[in-house]
């Protein structure tokens, strides 16, 4: 059982737009604006693409995007490309130690 | 730009030692941290902790301390983690990742299938 909680899978058409929720408690994601997402493809390295709730690395698309609110984080990504099918895990620090959510597939119909 | 590269796959029977070895490249060594996942099969991730280059500190997640042992060598920019007492549950892809604070983990090595069996 993952500290962060997400859904297993979501699934979205070509240029639409999806929303990943990841929820945690007030030890976590509640007080702590630290929350970071992860792209993973099969067979390879997770790939961080937000970090610190809302900002984005160098290099990542302006198409990802992260919110908060109380203790839920939200990660969108806008116009849904086929290259986005992948598995997305959120995480939070949480003063001396990480937590990490199962994991959300995307599919792309 | 920085590169992690770990050491290749391993097999090990149950209640062996085994330890993983990951090597900076692109920045300086002493000025990121560098933290341990583990991801087992088909499942999620598991942060293990963080070891400081710059000092050799650690700080090892409750569920592998006593177990797991973060060591680094500035020498040759390379930082281990070794496991004692594997056991089958051991069996995942260990990652190693850079990053300037202990908050976000930026740049991950390729990972290191361990498999634990008898």
């Known amino acids: 059982q993952s500290a962060l909680s997400q859904p297993a899978s979501v699934s979205g058409s070509p240029g639409q737009s999806i929303t990943i929720s990841c929820t945690g408690s007030?030890?976590?994601?509640?007080?702590?604006?630290?929350v970071s997402w992860y792209q993973q493809y099969p067979d390879k390295a997770p790939k961080l693409i937000i970090f610190?709730?809302?900002k984005r690395p160098s290099g990542v698309s302006n198409r990802f995007s992260g919110s908060k609110s109380g203790t839920t984080a939200s990660l969108t990504i806008s116009g849904l490309q086929a290259e986005d099918e992948a598995v997305y895990h959120c995480?939070?620090?949480?003063?001396?130690?990480?937590?990490f959510g199962g994991g959300t597939k995307l599919t792309v119909l | 730009q920085v590169h992690l590269g770990q050491s290749g796959a391993e097999v090990r029977e149950p209640g062996a030692s085994l330890k993983v070895s990951c090597k900076a490249s692109?920045?300086?060594?002493?000025?990121?941290?560098i933290h341990w996942v583990r991801q087992t099969p088909g499942q999620g991730l598991e942060w293990m902790g963080w070891?400081?280059?710059?000092?050799?500190?650690?700080n090892v997640a409750q569920g592998f301390q006593g177990r797991v042992y973060m060591t680094r060598d500035t020498s040759s920019s390379t930082a281990y983690v070794e496991f004692t007492r594997l056991t089958s549950d051991d069996t995942a892809t260990y990652y190693c990742?850079?990053?300037?604070?202990?908050?976000?983990?930026?740049?991950w090595g390729q990972g290191t299938l361990v498999t634990v069996s008898s």
């Open positions: 995480c939070s620090y949480a003063d001396t130690t990480t937590l």
């Open positions: 007030n030890s976590d994601i509640g007080i702590f604006n630290l």
């Open positions: 610190e709730v809302d």
């Open positions: 070891l400081n280059p710059k000092n050799g500190g650690t």
């Open positions: 692109g920045y300086s060594f002493t000025d990121s941290y």
């Open positions: 990742v850079a990053d300037r604070t202990v908050t976000t983990l930026g740049n």
